[in-house]
């Protein structure tokens, strides 16, 4: 089944613990990127990767790391979080990067992670 | 300030109605424009979209309109399912590399009541 998965799903974590979440898709999609879904702010976007060793930054991506080593893996790290980083986070991906028609991103069920 | 805007966090709808959700936005170099729908837990799914050279894109029940001149989109669906219960989110982009980026909207909470 394709699909991009996430874990964990869930984390509570106190302030400045370094975490890290996964994302991993099968479908050989170039492009990957993360988002944090905040209320009444959609989702935004924190870094995104057009392949492999090719990372760059998105509307937020303070006080967030992302690799690329891997086309499949899209790992999102958290050195120091801080409570406003208290978010649910999206991982997603898309076939090719830079093809401004179509542009369906397939997106992971979602990490909600809450800083303490 | 956010370039993507659905002004109305929620709608509640009766079944077989018609449900519209709108979607407004600013920067004119947005040329691609798509709808994505999330139910609770899950991550959000694709929808419809619609091109900047078109007014109109139809989907089964979903039918997405562009109005350019007023940098408006609505989201159409009829008729409305209880199944359609959800948040929905527009989102846009441009060309070249900002055809890398989605811009979304707050999100839209559509409750359709039996």
């Known amino acids: 089944e394709a699909q991009v998965t996430q874990n964990p799903r869930y984390l509570i974590t106190v302030t400045g613990k370094k975490l890290t979440v996964t994302c991993s898709q099968n479908m050989n999609h170039e492009y990957m990127s993360w988002y944090r879904q905040d209320p009444g702010l959609g989702l935004r976007q924190i870094y995104y990767?057009?392949?492999?060793?090719v990372t760059d930054k998105g509307d937020v991506p303070e006080g967030y790391k992302v690799s690329r080593k891997e086309k499949r893996n899209f790992p999102l790290i958290l050195e120091s979080p801080s409570p406003n980083q208290t978010s649910l986070y999206f991982c997603?991906?898309?076939?090719?990067w830079g093809a401004g028609g179509y542009n369906e991103q397939f997106f992971g069920p979602g990490t909600r992670l809450t800083v303490l | 300030d956010q370039q993507v805007k659905q002004n109305s966090p929620s709608l509640s709808v009766q079944e077989g109605r018609i449900s519209i959700l709108n979607c407004d936005y600013t920067n004119s170099m947005f040329d691609y424009f798509l709808w994505y729908k999330k139910y609770p837990a899950e991550g959000p799914t694709f929808l419809i979209s619609?091109?900047?050279?078109?007014d109109k894109n139809e989907d089964g029940r979903f039918t997405v309109f562009l109005n350019k001149s007023a940098k408006h989109l609505s989201l159409h669906i009829v008729p409305s399912q209880p199944g359609d219960s959800a948040v929905y989110f527009c989102?846009?982009?441009?060309?070249?590399?900002?055809?890398?980026?989605?811009?979304f909207g707050g999100g839209t909470r559509l409750m359709v009541k039996p």
């Open positions: 989102a846009a982009s441009g060309t070249g590399n900002a055809g890398n980026m989605l811009t």
């Open positions: 990767s057009m392949n492999v060793e």
């Open positions: 997603a991906s898309r076939l090719q």
């Open positions: 619609i091109s900047s050279i078109k």
